[in-house]
């Protein structure tokens, strides 16, 4: 059973999303981003209240806040292919605060000079927003590229870790 919930926050309001379980978060959207609910599917049901979302929405409050909580400490379970799930857990891997680029992403996987934009499209498609930090990722030399939810709300999230751009 695939569940939706929403959450409000100084990004705009947050739709959630399960996993078929109901037991995972795969989805994590801020209301007008590029790829809303791209892999949501169309029978899901209303869930507000389900312990998954509790979660989800106690640590996005705790990170709001100025607290530092880790991906890791919810289920997740986006969906894409393997390659897309490999450039989602190094973005998860990316400190509070520090940035990278597409290009480290690619030599960090191995995968030869050229490989940015497959990496960027990877990142594009991250159906779990701020939890799973797209927005770390910058391109070459730090510029300020691309963001799903737009550049503004990159540059607020990334204000709000303390990344120095």
């Known amino acids: 059973m695939y569940a939706v919930g929403h959450c409000t926050s100084p990004l705009g309001l947050l739709t959630l999303s399960t996993d078929a379980s109901g037991e995972k978060l795969a989805g994590l959207w801020i209301e007008g981003q590029n790829y809303f609910g791209s892999t949501l599917p169309g029978d899901a049901v209303p869930?507000?209240?389900?312990?998954?979302?509790?979660?989800?929405?106690?640590?996005?409050?705790?990170?709001?806040?100025?607290e530092r909580p880790a991906p890791a400490e919810l289920p997740l379970a986006p969906e894409g292919s393997s390659f897309r799930q490999e450039v989602w857990r190094r973005m998860q891997a990316i400190p509070y605060g520090q940035v990278t680029s597409y290009g480290e992403i690619a030599?960090?996987?191995?995968?030869?000079?050229?490989?940015?934009?497959?990496?960027?499209?990877?990142?594009?498609?991250?159906?779990?927003?701020?939890?799973?930090?797209?927005?770390?990722?910058?391109?070459?030399?730090?510029?300020?590229?691309?963001?799903?939810?737009?550049?503004?709300?990159?540059?607020?999230?990334l204000a709000h870790e303390g990344a120095r751009l």
Do not use: D
């Open 47 to 66: 869930g507000e209240e389900l312990p998954i979302f509790l979660r989800a929405r106690e640590w996005l409050e705790r990170y709001f806040a100025g």
């Open 107 to 157: 030599r960090q996987m191995g995968r030869p000079s050229g490989s940015g934009q497959a990496i960027g499209g990877a990142v594009a498609h991250n159906p779990i927003s701020i939890i799973i930090p797209c927005h770390r990722v910058l391109g070459a030399k730090g510029a300020l590229t691309g963001y799903a939810g737009g550049l503004e709300r990159k540059k607020w999230l």
